[in-house]
Structure formats: C-alpha cells, structure tokens
C-alpha cells in the first residue's frame, strides 16, 4: 500500500510506519549524543502515555540518555483493512526495537490507563520485567475523554475560556488564512468534566496504586505535565477550561509528595514549551501563536522540540547533579523559559498585531508547524520513500 497524508482539519487520519520509525529514530540519536549518569539518573521509568508527543520523548530521553529500562502504557489504534495505525502504535513499535538493540527493556502496555485493569496490569509487569521498582513515573495523558474506574461516568474535556465568549486570531495552518475565531464560554459542567479527565485525579490514582503495590523505589519522582503560555492565549489556555485541570494537576502533586513521603518520594509538575502534538493542534488560536513563536526561536537558536525539552528535563532539572531540583516559586519545573523570555514574547506580540491572511507566511513559520504537523504522522521526512509500497 502506498501512504499519503489525508488530512481531517487538525487530524490526518493515516500514518507512514517507515517515517514514525525514522521520527523515532532521529529523536533516539539526538538523546544517544547526549548522554550522562550521576546519582540521580534514574534507571526504571514508566511512562503513561508515551506514544506520541512529551511522553515519547520523555521515554527515548530515560532509555538513551539514562540508559534506563522503559515501561510505556499508551492507548492506540492497530492497523485494519484499509486503514493504517495510528502514528503512535508505529512509534512505539521503532522504540521497542531500538531499545532491545541497545539492551535495555522496554515493556509497553495498548489501553485505557485511565482503567483499574491497566494499572494492575503496569504493576504486574514492573514486577516481572523490571525487577520490581521504577524510580521515575512520567505523566503525559491527553484525553479527550476518560471513563471514571470507579462509577463507570464517561467525562469528556473542551477547550473553551470560562465566563465570557473569547474572540481571538486563529490560522488555518493548512492555507496560512488567518481569521477571528469566537470560542463560546464553558458551562460549569463542561469546566468540571475537563478536570476530571485532565486534572490530576488520575495521576494520584496511579501514585496510589503503584505505592500501594511496592513498586515505587526509595526516592521515586513522578512528573505531570502543564502549560502556561502568554496573556494573547491564556483565555483559552491558562483561564480556560484546560487551565482549570492544569491547576488541579498542580494541586495533586502537593498530595502525591504527601502519600510518597514514607519513601521519600516527590511529584512535580513541568511547565513545558508549547509544541505542535496531536493535543495542541487541537486548541484554538495556539497554533498561530505557535508559528510566530517558532519564528521567533528559531532565529535566536533556541528552539526546541519534544526531545530537546525532555533531555533538558532530565539533565538540568530532575537529574541536577546536587539533587536538587530547581522549581519556581509554586514547586514547578520551568522548561518554558526560554519560550517566555521578555524578548521572545515582545516580539511574538509585535507579530501578532500585524499578522494577517497575506503576511502570514512571511512573518511566521507556518511551513515549520506543516513540518512539525506531518511529521507526527511520519510524513515529510527527506530519507523516506513514499512511493514505495508498505506494509500497514
Ligand atoms: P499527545 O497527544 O502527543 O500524547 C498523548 C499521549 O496520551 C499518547 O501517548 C496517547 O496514546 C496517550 N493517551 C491518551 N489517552 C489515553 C488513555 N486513555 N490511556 C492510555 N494512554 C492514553 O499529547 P502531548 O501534547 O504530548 O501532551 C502530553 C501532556 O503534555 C499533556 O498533559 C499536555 O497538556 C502537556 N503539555 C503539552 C504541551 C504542548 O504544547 N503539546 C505543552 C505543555 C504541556
């Protein structure tokens, strides 16, 4: 079968196995060149939800500069008649093979890790495959939506600002037509319902779980990831509905560090860069927000992708050399301050005032997010072959 791109607004509903692979394999050297082991490196990490995006990257950022074993649960789709897999089923089974060619174990669990079945299913393995105990439990869920394990309730999140209508710029990074968009106000309802899917009940369900069970080792540190943005997105993101279960992600891992006590255990939560993920291509006004962003960055040097922000994680911040990590104020890691620097976002508003249907793909780097965006999927990569016929 040959693959092509068949884009649905800001899904493409096909992937390219070769170019996931190749997706993978580039982010596999970029963390192999930059290796390093001190006391603190952990050496068993589980990742929950580590197919795609941050949580992939986290993954190939434990298993190639840590040298560590790697446990990942994920929720993706297998290939069936006349339908490819979702991207992250073909990342994940590049990852698996690389891993076990350079000698490290990577276990990986396909399922809802929202369910009580997929925890115990986690525990199981840790225990048959990774000697009993991780040190490092990585968070990185984006859900549309989550089945409570306890009422069986299905909750569904939006991404709506709280309050009052938010009218705002937007492009449609396909065409580069740069438009207003009005995003009506979540209901109470919709704004509880996203917490429940991205706030942080579940991550302290699997703190629970996992401590409960024994297999947290002395010192474990768990991470969950946020954002925070600039003021021209937090309507829709930081004092939006998604802002809200941010907030409640920061409020639960105050409560993990109290349940991990006895072990000395801590949880933190990343304040990471805003990227092109399969999640954030889904939020309004962000993605051009992105392409200015990018721009930007990139003409400082200092942009960086999925990778690049989880092998910094590791080396400059949970794996600091002294043991300890630097936070702000709040207890969070920053990895958005090079994103937020005064320069940076006063350029990224100057931009902003002027951008339109004509300029944008001149003072933005949309063509940077379409790479980005086909990327995801595996396509666009220079040293794949696209006319060859592949197996799905
Ligand atoms: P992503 O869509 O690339 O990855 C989501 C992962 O969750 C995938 O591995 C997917 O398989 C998994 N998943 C979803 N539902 C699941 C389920 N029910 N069971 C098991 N696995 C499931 O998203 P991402 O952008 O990498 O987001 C990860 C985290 O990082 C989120 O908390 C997000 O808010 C945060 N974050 C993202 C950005 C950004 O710009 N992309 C910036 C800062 C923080």
């Not at 200015?292 to 794996?319: G, P, Y």
């Amino acid at each position: 079968m040959i693959i092509t791109p068949k884009m649905r607004g800001f899904i493409c509903t096909t992937a390219h196995p070769a170019g996931c692979a190749e997706n993978v394999r580039l982010q596999v050297e970029y963390a192999k060149a930059r290796r390093f082991s001190n006391v603190n490196t952990p050496k068993k990490v589980l990742v929950i939800g580590s197919s795609t995006g941050y949580g992939l990257a986290s993954r190939i950022a434990a298993a190639f500069c840590c040298g560590a074993d790697t446990l990942g649960v994920f929720f993706e789709k297998t290939a069936a008649k006349g339908r490819t897999a979702t991207a992250g089923w073909y990342n994940n089974v590049a990852l698996e093979r690389l891993c076990k060619d350079a000698g490290l174990v990577a276990e990986s669990i396909n399922g809802d890790a929202f369910s009580n079945d997929v925890k115990a299913e986690t525990i199981a393995l840790i225990k048959e495959k990774l000697g009993g105990k991780i040190d490092l439990v990585v968070y990185s869920l984006a859900s549309p939506k989550r089945q409570d394990p306890l009422t069986g309730e299905v909750y569904s999140s939006v991404i709506k600002p709280i309050g009052s209508p938010f009218t705002g710029k937007t492009v449609d990074f396909h065409t580069g037509e740069v438009s207003d968009v009005t995003v009506g106000p979540a209901t109470e309802q919709e704004t509880a319902h996203t917490v429940k899917v991205m706030g942080g009940e579940d991550w302290l369900l699997w703190a629970k779980a996992l401590s409960e069970a024994g297999v947290l080792a002395q010192n474990a540190v768990t991470v969950a990831f946020s954002y925070i943005g600039p003021s021209l997105t937090h309507a829709v993101y930081k004092d939006g509905t998604i802002g809200m279960a941010k907030v409640d992600l920061e409020e639960n891992a105050g409560q993990i560090t109290e349940l991990l006590s006895p072990i000395g255990g801590r949880a933190f939560v990343s304040v990471n860069k805003a990227l092109v993920t399969q999640a954030s291509a889904a939020i309004p006004v962000v993605p051009l927000y992105m392409a200015i962003l990018f721009k930007l960055m990139k003409a400082e040097s200092i942009h960086e992708d999925c990778v690049a922000q989880m092998t910094r994680m590791l080396r400059e911040r949970l794996c600091a050399e002294d043991g300890v990590i630097p936070t702000d104020e709040k207890n969070r890691i920053r990895l958005d301050d090079l994103e937020m620097r005064e320069d940076i976002q006063s350029g990224v508003e100057e931009i902003w005032r002027r951008v339109n249907t004509e300029n944008s793909e001149v003072l933005t780097d949309l063509e940077g997010y379409r790479e980005d965006f086909l990327r995801l999927f595996g396509f666009g990569l220079e040293s794949v072959d696209y006319s060859l016929d592949i197996e799905p």
